[in-house]
């Protein structure tokens, strides 16, 4: 009885997928404690967090594509709306106004438009698959503009970028034209003169960072140059779990979230690096491998956006750390602490399991 029950409440787990998730997930564990100064109460919060992500995870593993497919459009319009609520009547921390305070609870409305959108964008292809035209690329370009403008007038820079990105995989693997992108590309190039002055102050100076991070070392700087730094002194193995000088003595900010990979890289080096990017690589191909199979159009480019999205997610993190890209706050993918991008990323997930299990049990 124990067994059948057991079977039937695992039956829609990809078991590759889950181990390597389960396995990053403790690696996470070692690297938060470290990165937390050995607290254990931060530890076990993020324990916490782990089990109650992989509750959601097991949830929408067991949500067949189609129910899905039914209600993207309301997701889509209650996030908008949460987004507007937010430009209007949003509570302001830190100069950001990101969260909805409804009384009971305070939301952060754009974690959910980084479901919300991609699969609107793949019902809204499904549907036009058969007669599609550049018109309908141009609307799909809108329906990603608008929630888009409204999280970067928040500002929160690293979310919007996330979700432009997943949008944009699901144009892409739609059929959007190359030359297109290249067209787009350009033009996007030569706006840069025209949108930077409109560019927040801090914006722009992360960007002038980038190019020179010394030239403010003690302030704009500063977070780059002590996470170059604690990565080139990890070397090849690392100098040993719990035993990293930059995160251990304070000089590296953020350490147990945007820059828990320069922790990671100190304590256990190049090689403990490339164990990360193999079990990255996992996940994304394994992603891919269910992109590629998925039974129909809207499973296939929602599962294509959810794998290329975990991987801008981890590039953008990874360079910005190493100083290849601009700070924009956006975490490491399952290793850095925190409940609401660990609960997004296992949604995501989920449904990429949902879309491999339910077609084996449709094509049985």
Not at 37 to 45: E, F, T, V
Not at 109 to 114: A, F, G, Q, T
Not at 193 to 211: C, S, T
């Amino acid at each position: 009885m124990i067994k059948l029950w057991l079977k039937r409440a695992t039956a829609h787990f990809d078991q590759f997928l889950l181990i390597t998730l389960l396995f990053t997930l403790l690696v996470a564990l070692f690297v938060l404690y470290s990165a937390s100064g050995q607290s254990m109460d931060r530890m076990m919060s993020q324990a916490t967090n782990i089990i109650v992500a992989l509750v959601i995870l097991w949830i929408f593993a067991n949500i067949p594509p189609q129910h899905l497919q039914r209600v993207a459009v309301p997701l889509y319009l209650l996030g908008m709306l949460l987004l507007i609520g937010v430009f209007l009547f949003g509570d302001v921390s830190k100069g950001a106004r990101r969260w909805l305070n409804l009384g009971v609870m305070r939301i952060q409305p754009s974690e959910l438009m980084r479901i919300a959108v991609p699969m609107l964008l793949a019902w809204y292809f499904a549907r036009r698959e058969d007669a599609l035209r550049f018109v309908d690329y141009v609307i799909g370009a809108v329906m990603l503009a608008l929630p888009v403008a409204l999280i970067v007038k928040q500002p929160d820079l690293g979310t919007a970028l996330l979700i432009a990105a997943s949008g944009f995989y699901v144009l892409f693997l739609a059929g959007l034209s190359w030359r297109l992108l290249i067209g787009l590309g350009l033009s996007v190039a030569g706006l840069i003169p025209l949108v930077w002055p409109h560019l927040h102050d801090y914006q722009r100076r992360r960007i002038e960072i980038l190019f020179d991070p010394y030239q403010d070392p003690l302030g704009a700087g500063y977070h780059t140059i002590q996470a170059t730094i604690a990565l080139g002194s990890g070397g090849l193995a690392g100098k040993g779990w719990l035993h990293g000088t930059q995160a251990q003595l304070d000089f590296l900010p953020e350490r147990h979230t945007d820059f828990i990979f320069a922790v990671f890289g100190e304590e256990f080096g190049l090689l403990g690096n490339l164990l990360l990017l193999v079990l990255f690589s996992i996940i994304i191909a394994r992603g891919m491998l269910i992109t590629i199979n998925a039974q129909n159009t809207f499973s296939r480019l929602l599962a294509g956006s959810i794998t290329l999205t975990f991987f801008t997610y981890a590039f953008v993190n990874m360079g910005m750390v190493s100083g290849i890209l601009p700070v924009v706050g956006v975490p490491l993918p399952l290793i850095s602490y925190g409940g609401t991008s660990l609960v997004t990323l296992m949604i995501g997930f989920g449904i990429l399991m949902s879309i491999q299990t339910h077609k084996k049990l449709m094509s049985a």
